[in-house]
């Protein structure tokens, strides 16, 4: 792990240490400056979990990705300064009933910080986290933006985000380490499935401590905390390309597809 690079690429010159201080701070600098974006499996490219692969593209290509990435990457990172990391698996609740079966396809972290765990997620698109949570049900924490909540149900561990005063589940998980092979299996599914959203719909978002930047498809939104989102929407490629640009930082992969691809967007 090339960790001086990454500190660049978030923007983070303070000194590093395994303490809660410096966590906090390299979860809210990785969020803001590696944005969420699926563009590979749009384009039809394989999603590649290696850390040379992963951090080839985040950090030195200048590109994002989604969960499997961003916090593979940040795992790297956080293992690169001294924290004791292990990767968890998650079935996403987001915008589905409470008691939805679905698959496990979200990757979160547990970080262990002296005697306490935290949780730590920063590949979960619209509702990335922007902070760490202890690892304690029942309990409303801060972040920058909304506060979260972890709730025990049935035998798992919920996470929770309160959104115009109603609390909502992004998904629900277990303790249980898991292995690198699992996570290959779930990417390989979300992101070659003819019915993921990821290979039919470009999602991009980004959170700094103030305000969510959002693309999906063709519709740009910006909320800040506490507020209703600002929507706008998007025509063609050429202006789609200036907003992940200018809004999103990213480089675009010089791909062939890739203006035919923003083109054929939905509304």
Same mark, same amino acid.
């Given at each position: 792990m090339d960790l001086k690079a990454y500190l660049q690429r978030i923007g983070h010159d303070a000194p590093v240490a395994a303490d809660i201080a410096t966590l906090r701070a390299l979860i809210g600098a990785h969020a803001a400056s590696i944005p969420f974006e699926n563009l590979d499996p749009l384009l039809g490219e394989p999603v590649e979990l290696t850390p040379e692969a992963v951090e080839r593209k985040l950090v030195h290509a200048h590109r994002g990705g989604?969960? *499997?990435?961003?916090?593979?990457? %940040?795992?790297e990172a956080l293992r690169a300064v001294g924290f004791e990391v292990s990767g968890l698996i998650a079935r996403v609740l987001w915008k589905r009933a409470e008691d939805a079966i679905t698959p496990q396809t979200h990757m979160l972290l547990r970080v262990e910080v002296g005697a306490e765990s935290w949780l730590v997620d920063v590949g979960f698109g619209s509702q990335t986290l922007t902070g760490a949570l202890r690892l304690r049900a029942g309990i409303e924490q801060p972040t920058p933006l909304e506060p979260y909540r972890l709730m025990m149900v049935d035998g798992d561990w919920r996470m929770q985000t309160l959104l115009r005063g109603e609390w909502r589940s992004l998904y629900r998980f277990d303790l249980r380490r898991v292995r690198p092979v699992d996570y290959i299996v779930a990417n390989y *599914?979300?992101?070659t499935w003819a019915e993921s959203s990821f290979v039919s719909n470009l999602t991009v978002s980004r959170a700094t401590s103030e305000r969510r930047i959002g693309l999906h498809n063709r519709e740009l939104s910006v909320r800040r905390a506490g507020g209703e989102p600002e929507r706008t929407l998007l025509h063609g490629s050429a202006q789609i390309r200036h907003v992940l640009e200018r809004? *999103?930082? %990213?480089?675009l992969p010089d791909h062939p597809r890739l203006d035919a691809a923003l083109d054929a967007l939905p509304q």
């Open positions: 989604y969960c *499997f990435e961003q916090n593979l990457l %940040l795992a *599914f979300v992101s809004e *999103f930082m %990213l480089h």
